[in-house]
């Protein structure tokens, strides 16, 4: 039923659509690549990150699809391109450079091995409240707490593990794109301005130095942006930059803000087309980073802010109260929550 219902909706949606889907994926084994590219081919010519610009402004022809991949995890070297290349499809790796460059775990994965051992939620905090927390606060307290419990990530799972850099630009030369996803996965929204700006610097920096090439696209960890920081990353030498909000992608939109649809490795065909076809509307689903329908308001932002330097107007900043307020007693490290 649900995949009836699904190809009925997106066979519908996309009569009445322009432009394409960009799809954010994490990690897949081979079979679920298979699953996906099958289901996204019968509806979407699949296209290279540089193809897309043009396709934007193509008024006719099939709905586009640019696959995407975040964080840069090993299996995404070993066991997704591979079958991607030998379907024939190109795909964005969005690495997260310190990640790659020290080996080590990032906190999410922590966060799950520590959920795992316990037996329930880290600190007594779901993942999006943990999210909220300052991330030079979360990822210590998760070190300590791993270290206590005599825990760790999985590094021997390539789905924890990061790919190498000389893995990453072995994709680079056979045809597949590397984007910066931050020098750390820290969620932009949360950590003071100048340290995002350094991160996301620090990360386009990175990638470029390590692939020999200009590195012209960036995704926010998480989703969370605004348009400051997302006309930052263009300063800093992005052509694209990648949020979730999920939406199909057209003419109407700024390079600097792309919408992603994310699906996950245990969705249908039938749950993957419904989920592309409730996207097409923008403005049915909530968006992943935890903001619900904000992104409503930003689409209606113009498309170019004038100057570089002053703020533009931000939804969701560090300094706003969203759904939720953590307070950090730094003595003892005790999470407060507040939610309202």
């Known amino acids: 039923m649900l995949s009836a219902i699904g190809t009925l909706s997106l066979g519908f949606a996309r009569c ?4 394409g889907v960009i799809i954010n994926e994490h990690t897949l084994d081979r079979e679920q690549t298979r699953r996906h590219v099958d289901t996204l081919g ?3 010519d699949f296209i290279h990150l540089n193809e897309l610009p043009a396709r934007l402004n193509r008024r006719n022809g099939k709905p586009f699809c640019l696959l995407t991949f975040d964080d840069g995890k090993r299996s995404n070297a070993t066991i997704v391109a591979p079958e991607l290349e030998r379907l024939g499809v190109p795909a964005v790796f969005f690495v997260v450079t310190s990640y ?7 906190w999410f994965d922590r966060y799950w091995a520590l959920n795992a051992k316990l037996g329930t939620e880290p600190f007594g905090l779901g993942m999006q409240l943990i999210k909220q927390i300052p991330y030079d606060l979360l990822v210590d307290r998760l070190e300590r707490a791993c270290a206590q419990s005599g825990v760790e990530a999985d590094l021997n799972n390539d ?27 820290a969620i932009m929204t949360r950590v003071a301005r100048p340290a995002a700006f350094q991160n996301i610097a620090k990360s386009i920096a990175r990638v470029s130095e390590e692939m020999g090439a200009p590195c012209t696209s960036f995704a ?4 969370n942006y605004t348009p400051e920081l997302a006309q930052h990353a263009i300063r800093c030498g992005a052509k694209m930059v990648m949020t979730t909000e999920p ?19 245990t969705d249908s065909r039938g749950k993957m087309e419904l989920k592309i076809a409730t996207t097409a509307p923008g403005w049915l689903r909530s968006n992943p980073d935890g903001t619900g329908r904000l992104y409503r308001k930003m689409h209606r932002l113009p498309h170019e802010f004038s100057g570089t330097t002053s703020p533009a107007t931000s939804f969701y900043s560090p300094t706003r109260r969203n759904t939720m307020d953590v307070s950090v007693d730094r003595n003892n490290a005790e999470l407060k929550t507040n939610t309202f």
């Open 16 to 19: 009445f659509k322009a432009g």
């Open 42 to 44: 019968r509806w979407f």
């Open 100 to 106: 790659l460059s020290g080996q080590t775990p990032l």
């Open 159 to 185: 789905d924890v593990r990061p790919m190498t850099w000389d893995e990453a630009r072995n994709l680079h030369r056979r045809g597949f794109s590397i984007g910066a996803h931050g020098d750390t996965h």
């Open 220 to 223: 926010f960890p998480n989703g």
């Open 247 to 265: 939406m199909w992608v057209d003419k109407t939109f700024p390079l600097w803000r792309l919408p992603r649809v994310q699906l996950f490795r």
